[in-house]
């Protein structure tokens, strides 16, 4: 199960704001660019500034937003004719940029390990890649869990929610990231799996 599932209904919620947008001459590409943009200028801030603390509250906010942003772009891609090879580039490479932006912070704060961040990071890009490949052996692209994108942003806009609210997770976060790590790492074997029983059928 994954919180991917969900994507429909909050795609249908959508719908109405990106007929909208697709009217006034809002493109997919350009909806891609400024959701990557502010997750590094999120990302870059709470870098900079990690012992405030409250500003971590930006994180849960700014994931609920990046995933309507995300969502706004693959339905004006698909449903406005606005696919391009470009755009594809895009949609994979700036998920990737994004999520090393976002993350990157927790591992600055007290008690949390950088070098598990680091791992947490490369697990995911990896698990992105995973899925992006199954399209080049004649798959579909995979989005199977248990921690994928949406999931992985449901976990860091929790903690940074509770890091705003100066609960104390010091204690707790190396683990964290260590069920995170396994987590992800079912995901890359279960995308890698799912795309060769599609292609094996």
Known sequence: MSIYRLKPAFQSLLRPLVGALARAGVSANQVTLTAALLSVGIGATLLFHPERTALFVLV?????????????????????????PLGAYLNELCDVISDTALYLPFG??????????????????????????????????RYD???????????FGLLGLLVALDVSLGPWLNGVWAGVAVLTGLTIANRVRGGLREISR
Request: glycine share 10%; net charge positive; proline share 3%.
């Open 145 to 155: 869990g248990p921690l994928g994108k949406s999931d992985r942003a449901f976990v």
């Open 60 to 84: 849960p906010i700014w994931m609920l937003l990046r995933m309507a942003l995300n969502a706004i772009d693959g339905l004006l891609a698909r449903e406005f004719g606005q696919k391009t």
């Open 108 to 141: 600055l704060l007290a008690g949390s390990s950088l070098l598990a961040i680091a791992i947490v990071i490369a697990l995911a890009a990896i698990s992105e890649l995973a899925g992006t490949v199954a399209v080049m052996t004649g798959a579909n692209r």
